[in-house]
Nanobody, 124 residues
């Protein structure tokens, strides 16, 4: 069992920045993926970014490249999502996710564990 604890959401004006954090409770797999998804009201849960823990490679949804950056602190078993130049359409609940098999996926249904979600609200 892996528990994911998220932090860092909040209210920000358009053009501002936020950094989300997600810490995994244990590191029991040799290779795994940590990712971020988001879900706006009435919409599906969409892929944002993912990071392969063993390789350090990163993956983004095309529309967010250049504004969002996923990174990690291996010592803290923590993944971050730096979000810059935020827009009102970025408003959503952001979820951290953990995929145990190490193969990066953009599909939320492939992920094994989820954080509780953190609200990000961008005002215009």
């Amino acid at each position: 069992q892996v528990q994911l604890v998220e932090s860092g959401g909040g209210l920000v004006q358009a053009g501002g920045s936020l950094r989300l954090s997600c810490t995994a409770s244990r590191r029991t797999f040799s290779s795994y993926v940590m990712g971020w998804f988001r879900q706006a009201p009435g919409k599906e849960r969409d892929f944002v970014a993912a990071l392969s823990w063993s390789r350090g490679s990163t993956y983004y949804t095309d529309s967010l490249k250049g504004r969002f950056t996923i990174s990690r602190d291996k010592a803290k078993n923590t993944v971050y999502l730096q979000m810059n130049s935020l827009k009102p359409e970025d408003t959503a609940v952001y979820y951290c996710a953990f995929l145990a098999n190490g193969y990066t996926s953009r599909s939320w249904s492939d992920y094994d564990y989820w954080g509780q979600g953190t609200q990000v609200t961008v005002s215009s």
